[in-house]
């Protein structure tokens, strides 16, 4: 998030995590800490930005040596991602209105078409999940009618199939992702009616979100 909107000369170092996210606007040019309170002091900054479940005892230190801190709650819904943004544009004080917007059409649309998520070890997400916001700003109607993540069962699949799967899963091969690739689950839902997004993009909820929504609805057609 702070990648995405701040200048880049305004931020003394990102967290180490960044790393992990394969996207343009997080190149090797940004700087990094190690995530020691020795080397976050070094860097002397005015303002420290926290995830909700990040790093709970090193906040608390840096907060009682004077550092400003401030944390950002996590979305619980899809509904609540503009604010989330919006607090964080305060922080860096620029304005508001550059928080993005969901994309148009996708809100409030009403389709019956049924979209499992299917992830590894044969898991489904089901209602009540922040899953279940995306697909159905997208216009899909969720496969599953069970809340969370649900394991599930290949007979049930095959007598009753969804009208596509969405695939998310690491690139690599492994155990986890056989039960995906059993062919008889691939007889009832054929291959063009797999569909594949950046993995990342489901990990935590942002801007990037409303990219997912606008893809999903336009996989609908």
């Known amino acids: 998030m702070l990648a995405r909107y701040a200048e880049r000369s305004r931020v003394a170092a990102l967290s180490p995590y960044h790393r992990q996210y394969p996207v343009a ?3 090797a040019g940004w700087p990094a800490h190690d995530g020691s309170l020795e080397q976050i ?3 002397q900054p005015d303002l420290v930005i926290a995830g ?5 005892q090193l906040r608390r230190r840096l907060q009682s040596l004077g550092l400003r801190v401030e944390v950002l709650a996590l979305p619980r819904s899809v509904a609540e991602i503009e604010a989330y943004e919006k607090r964080l544009l305060t922080l860096l004080d620029l304005p508001a209105e550059r928080a993005s917007r969901p994309p148009p059409g996708a809100a409030g649309a009403q389709a019956h078409k049924r979209l499992l998520l299917l992830g590894a070890n044969g ?4 209602r009540d999940t922040f899953e279940q916001g995306i697909l159905e700003r997208a216009g899909w109607t969720n496969y599953l009618a069970e809340p969370g993540y649900v394991r599930l069962d ?6 009753d199939p969804p009208d596509a799967v969405l ?3 690491p690139g690599s091969r492994a155990l986890a992702n056989r039960f995906a690739e059993h062919p008889v689950l691939h007889r009832a839902v054929p ?3 797999w569909f594949a997004t950046d993995y990342w993009r489901w990990q935590c909820p942002g801007p ?14």
Not at 52 to 56: K, T
Not at 123 to 126: Q, S, V
Not at 211 to 220: I, K, M, S, T, Y
């Open 25 to 27: 606007w997080l190149d």
């Open 41 to 43: 002091l070094q860097f």
């Open 52 to 56: 909700e479940y990040n790093a709970l």
């Open 123 to 126: 898991i489904g997400t089901g």
């Open 154 to 159: 290949l007979e049930r699949l095959v007598a």
């Open 167 to 169: 695939w998310s899963a």
């Open 191 to 193: 291959s063009e009616r």
């Open 208 to 221: 990037w979100t409303w990219e997912l929504v606008g893809q999903l609805n336009r996989w609908l057609d």
